[in-house]
């Protein structure tokens, strides 16, 4: 049956497996100190533009995303989230597992605001009796968000300036960092991005990848004996060829931002389907995530030939439901979804 | 250059490699509901002989020990182990970090005795200050230990006796069980195994995978929620057919065994080289980690064309080194290094 | 100056002092273990009605809140509160400190309602993602609320319905227990509270003890080996005396409830002045809070004779102000604010 | 019954209880910014001859030692102890529900020595897989000891030369403080001991309080934001004047050191006394425990009219029993038990 549930339903781009195979047998030193990671460390630095930039390697989104937060902030620390941020919401606690508070703004299809941030801000430094609440130590957001929004160049700036008044770092989780960079929506390079915030990650497992995050440090802020914390939080590799083989791949010829493109194009594609049809966007957005309203008779029958993601109730007689194309997408499927829809 | 330094040096077994190739734009489901995943623990239940006991998932050691650890343990609780075990001395803390104390006991190469565990929990409940102590409510074993020796059945028996006494989980950290199940020395099957504890993993990230871990239930005590509690941790692979592919491969044909006889084979052969070359052995095992004391000079010179793992100053003139062989070691290998030594 | 900034100004009830004294060379063992203690105990339940009841004693709000929600919860597990709620708002992070998420829903001048808990049961249970998510393990209330509200009998067997629903404890925070129960606005009694909650405590520290708060389990739910899980907090006094003498001596013939009804009646005094000089008041509650709306001016003057806490500001001119009124309270007080006023 | 059994078995000195009652009803402000705690804080000061010096207060010692061992460590590192340190063996495992790893180094009647810890770190630091190890960040050592023993000024000006060299905070537990200082056996002042470490704490619970301890930073190095570490902890007093009345009793008009002599002196009668009755003690020691072996026989008969603390089995016939004098320790009690032994 065909999908368009999540963009992490296939394997790997062939070209990472292809690498799998002709590596397989090279010894190799383990956690990470070998030269596919080092190789792939130099092309995103590349990439990023930034040859004093420090690359790491992780395995899913919700551990990069518990172990920066972690690792990053104080202890009487928290971080600011929009509502719908992925760590808000939809990672079983892992932050506050790790002792965090996750500090909520509210979200605009997706996305937070600056002059929100900057309110927190000023109320938590306001309040005479802030020393006995979190203090805001960080900025989450997440590029695309988890509603595959954007943040305008602009925007960035206004958040990173607020970031810098008040002392936060700024993260972005870029789990879908490619789909975001190569929308047609997108008014800021990879580059661009970099300078915007203070650690962001490149993600692997929704963008051609079996599994991988390249953590990238921007500022010269790498927390201290992060290998250390890497493995306390349980989350470092023997063989961390598994990630450096796969980001060296990604990394070789623009791949990743090749396959990512694909993504975009399919997205468009079945975006204007949708529009031709006369569906209505539970959310506008330009990335490749498409939410759209659909009547639950006719759910039922399309989830007979298609998987698509549940996303909310729209009212007693329609849903939203997500489609989401990926790297492997091809247009045969849109041309199969476009006859079922 | 030649390398015996450990036996997570090459990639993967090329069946696995090949499985990654003929499954990979298969579409599936995400979190290890896919086909993949049932599959493998079906075999892997078959091969433990238990139709009841649930298989999981994780992506390394350190990761397993921790999660299972902590979502097995009562908060009040620490786990008794080997103060050479791995998650006592080379786990950055994991465990630590978790909440739970690691209570130690004496190690005898590697293996602790029921006997000083009967020791520990007599004098712990025996003490009237107890409440005032962390409860003991684990034992965590490694077989192989970290220093490549096996417990007999026996022995084992009197451990697992022990922890019921005392009502204690006993945990046996399998990253390199196969090397155990096949070595010579060894005195049980894997379904006895199964029965002499309460929780176990098999080890793939060292046994022929890329990475990964499948942890075996023994008595219907999987933790409540423990899928919520490996996101919670930061463990829960987006697409798990990375490890249900590679556990499917593994327990297909009984590859895992058999791999992990060429391990034994491979380090047996190497063993009596070493002997019949007069070397001293600083642990006597009969698994694939072989410690031997080497000449400084020695070492110096076969540094050049072979890598060996460090493994402590033996005296100002020697030193005891690890040769690890493992499923990806020839015998070309150990003929190569028998002319270096 | 004159204070009714809080209700934690002064020390302890005089017959504590006096307690505390006659008692002082008497030798007593530890932790809790003295006759003291097992008396106090006694006298709680006794006036609880529960012959059953397990009663603990701490030292203050934050802390036990933290310890009744950590010992309570299932690690996957959060605990739900209103957003003003002291857990959400006050306490540093204590409860995302030790693991868990506040999970948050609107706050009704400090009161949540058994349809948002129930809602948000049903959205969570409902979402078939709800295992990557916190489960909702308990609902935290405080009675009084922050605010000086009380929840009326009904409400309360809502919420507590709700909970039996949904396989969650109900933990009702009464740092300002005796306020709440001797307000006229108050329609139940103190046995009566102890039958709708799962655990209670009947604070001390801002109801005439110097520090204290006493913990009641109605349905023999004390978490296993509590008192370690109390050492382990950093919570278990050596000399337990402190606080057992001082629970004795406020069950002592109704002493909890008599000074709590003097608070309640000199915030009802003055609650009557402020209304007749024309003040708006923020927050219409019947316990020892006031919260009323002041011109900045004469806030301005009114502040060099007495305080008062700041709560938060109303509009550019205005002011909203909390008076708090306590055991300590006496008539000639508030007849010196009201000249001020 | 008589009880030698610890030194936290009356309450509080009597000029603690007058402070009290005289200051009962003046209104203060909370959280430890009344002037009381601020007068104690300036007495402290000017006993360590450290104007600079930072003090806070807090309940009790676990507590104590868990906020400084989480605060001033790094989440990576772990605290250096000796194995019957109190943070290693008796404090519910605290420290590691805080997140860090207790290092065991041996101890020697309760003391540990400069040159193991210097062969740990040397270990540790030599070792190249040191990273995927807990990194050693401060030096805990009790004075006196939980064995009533005494550091030398020479063995601490050795241990705190260590703890620079691998730039380690060193801690000094001074829960019975005032029973080293006093003693015979003491060769240094509480201002040359201030210098001879980053941190220390006054014990107030076993040396005429009825609860808590005087931290004293020594070196700037205050953990930022220490106010909500300490609120995140539990251990915020709403009535700081509880700790802040009571030290400064014990700090005026050398208090503190007077009633700490007192135990000294009796102890030094106490064992005379033993040492004239030929018991033979198990530990030599110049402070207020004392050790000694007894007849079971003999003991079961003593503990009819006296209770003393059970330390452990000697052999079949004999135990080792611990009698603790305190500041309220009396000639009379002395001249009791004298005539029962």
Redesign the interface.
Known sequence: ???F??D?????H?KI?QR??E?????????GSDHYCDEAKEKIKKAVEMPDADVWFL?????????IV??ML???E?AISAVTGHIS??????V???????LTVPGYDGKLKASDVRNYCETFYGD??H?????PGMVYISYPTEYGTLYSKKELEEIYAVCKEFKMTLFVDGARLGYGLMSTGCDLTLPELARLCDVFYIGG??VGA??GEAVVFTQGNTP??F???I?????????G??LGIQFDALFTDDLYFEISKNAIERADELRQILKDKGYKFAIENPTNQIFVVIENEKLKKLQNQV?VG?WEKYDDTHTVVRFATSW?TTKEQIQEVEKLL
Chains 1, 2, 3, 4 share one sequence.
Not at 8 to 12: F, I, M, N, R, V
Not at 89 to 94: P, S, T, V
């Open positions: 049956m065909l999908s549930s999540s992490y339903t296939e394997g790997a062939e497996l799998f195979v590596t397989n047998l090279e010894q190799l030193p383990g956690y395995t899913g989104g919700t551990q990069t995303n518990e172990i972690d690792t104080a202890k009487y928290g919401a939809h990672e079983a606690g892992a506050e597992f790790n002792g965090h508070e996750v005479e009796n020393e006995h609440m979190v203090f497992t929704k079996l599994c201290k004996h290998l250390t914390s493995k306390q939080h349980g989350a470092l590799l023997a063989k060829r598994l998987t549940f492997a």
